[in-house]
């Protein structure tokens, strides 16, 4: 057993944003409290898993990659979603799969060479307090920690038991097209509008962030000129303002929304949404509900 | 008698129910939670909007279909327990805007909102932020055409139908008449938001 100051990690240089990641917040949304929780749940999952941790422990979700952190006791890591080069003391390890880490040793990520997000699962889990029941960055709501920063000391849990590594980590890959059940809202849409998204590529915007994966492309045309009342919003809606260019919803999305809603993206193609980077292209597959 | 709301489908595994006004939406999700809290329902979340409710992760949607004939037949209690007074300092940026769109004066103004009996109809926009329902007609001013980048905790502010409290520092698009010093969310607290849906508020005189 090792005490907790022992088992903390230290970030000594990150490239770019890197969040706390677990499975948010659930049961909250009437409040106004958005999910939150990892972008990509499956890699999530999976980097848990790999490590012996429960699923609902938090990793740290790096945007492109980049993160450099010591470990202070001995420790297994790993790492998923983009896959990224993966180093401990200079020495290339595994991506995807479970990596012993020595006392004092140092993991590294490098820049993503496939996908965005990668995720970081360390065993015990990162262990700040929890907010309303998760651990997860809401950087849009300020629910929960701040970003990570360097020269931040994690907490981290205590070891937990033996890894299951059940599932096998496969590299996000572009261009198969995201499954989206069509409605609540297709009546708002003009007759075009449906046939354009079927057939359509769209371009991921760099606009893009944690509320949405904002795309670029033929416009969808309103059918109605009055306005939509406040609704309840779901995870994957593709929500279509009046210019037209679909922004599907991701784990921080508000709760509400006054925009029609012309589908609903399935689980798995919302978390390949996560690994989408600005100028990927996107295309739908329509199906009714 | 309005019958059942009308279902939507969306996306695999939520349903959206169609409310025809305010008053079925709050006996929606009465009867909605009374059903999740009885166990005939089993759902991730139950979200009023301004004409509908959203249920979010159903695991048996079809049977939810089967049964909503029924749901109307849930009396809705209100939580007179639940009334909260907000006293209010009418210091807005925007109160001579709200007079000069409303044609009323600043204090008529003040004092029509003091007098109005509201309801949280719905949450979002972000953690704790209720929009208020039950404004006299007179008072519904559209948002400001530039939102502000920084709004203070606190502010009270008109747009459309609704009248709503910043519950911390963000940006923001409604006309504000005046703050507030009362904490609206505490993430803290085991009831982190003071406003939910179906709580009564009164403005008070700060």
Do not use: K
């Not at chain 1, 990509?40 to 848990?48: E, I, S």
């Not at chain 1, 990793?59 to 202070?72: A, K, M, Y």
């Not at chain 1, 990520?109 to 360390?122: E, H, K, P, T």
């Not at chain 1, 925009?259 to 978390?271: C, K, N, R, T």
């Amino acid at each position: 057993m090792t005490r907790p100051e022992e088992r903390a990690i230290t970030v000594e240089r990150l490239a770019g944003l890197v969040l706390l990641a677990d499975l948010g917040r659930v049961g909250l949304a009437h409040l106004g409290v958005p999910r939150s929780g990892a972008l990509d749940l499956p890699a999530h999952r999976l980097a848990n898993r790999l490590v012996g941790n429960d699923e609902a422990a938090a990793t740290l979700e790096c945007l492109g990659g980049g993160l450099r952190l010591r470990v202070g006791a001995a420790t297994t890591v790993a790492v998923t979603g983009a896959q990224v080069p993966v180093t401990v003391d200079g020495r290339p390890r595994d991506w995807g799969d479970a990596v012993a880490v020595p006392r004092g040793g140092v993991v590294e990520l490098g820049r993503a060479v496939v996908g965005l997000r990668a995720y970081l699962a360390v065993a015990g889990g990162v262990a700040v307090e929890p907010v309303l029941g998760s651990r997860s960055s809401d950087l849009l709501s300020g629910l929960g920690p701040p970003r990570v920063e360097e020269g931040d000391e994690l907490p981290v849990g205590e070891r937990p038991g033996a890894p299951r590594p059940v599932g096998v980590a496969v590299p996000p890959r572009a261009g198969d097209p995201l499954e989206l059940v069509v409605g609540p809202r297709e009546d708002w849409f003009d007759e075009a509008a449906l046939e354009t998204l079927g057939r359509a590529a769209y371009v991921v915007s760099s606009a893009s962030n944690r509320v949405g994966l904002r795309l670029e492309g033929p416009a969808l045309g309103w059918a109605r000129s009055r306005e939509l009342p406040s609704e309840g919003m779901v995870l994957g809606a593709v929500q279509v303002p009046p210019g037209g260019q679909p922004v599907v919803f991701l784990a921080d999305h508000p709760t509400t929304g006054g925009y029609p809603v012309v589908g609903v993206l399935d689980p798995a193609s919302v978390a390949r949404c996560a690994q989408l980077a600005p100028g990927d292209e996107v295309r739908f597959r329509l199906t009714r509900p | 008698m309005t019958g059942p709301p009308t279902p939507l489908r969306v996306g695999r595994d939520a349903l959206l129910l169609e409310c025809a006004g305010p008053e079925q939406v709050r006996a929606t999700a009465a009867a909605a939670l009374a059903r999740r809290e009885s166990g005939l329902l089993v759902c991730d979340e139950v979200v009023p909007g301004a004409a509908t409710v959203l249920l979010d992760g159903v695991v048996d949607r079809n049977a939810v279909l089967a049964e909503l004939g029924t749901w109307a037949d849930v009396e809705v209690v209100d939580d007179e327990d639940r009334a909260v007074e907000l006293p209010v300092a009418y210091d807005g940026p925007d109160l001579d805007e709200v007079a000069r769109l409303t044609g009323l004066s600043t204090s008529e103004v003040v004092d029509l909102h003091l007098s109005t009996e509201l309801r949280v109809a719905f949450c979002g926009f972000a953690p704790g932020f209720a929009y208020l329902a039950g404004l006299p007609e007179v008072l519904h001013v559209p948002r400001r055409d530039e939102p502000r980048t920084r709004v203070p905790a606190g502010a009270v502010g008109l747009a459309g139908e609704f009248c709503g409290v910043y519950p911390r520092e963000s940006p923001g698009g409604w006309q504000l008449l005046g703050t507030t010093r009362t904490t609206l969310w505490d993430p803290s607290s085991a009831e982190p938001a003071l406003l939910r849906p179906g709580t009564a508020v009164r403005f008070t005189r700060d």
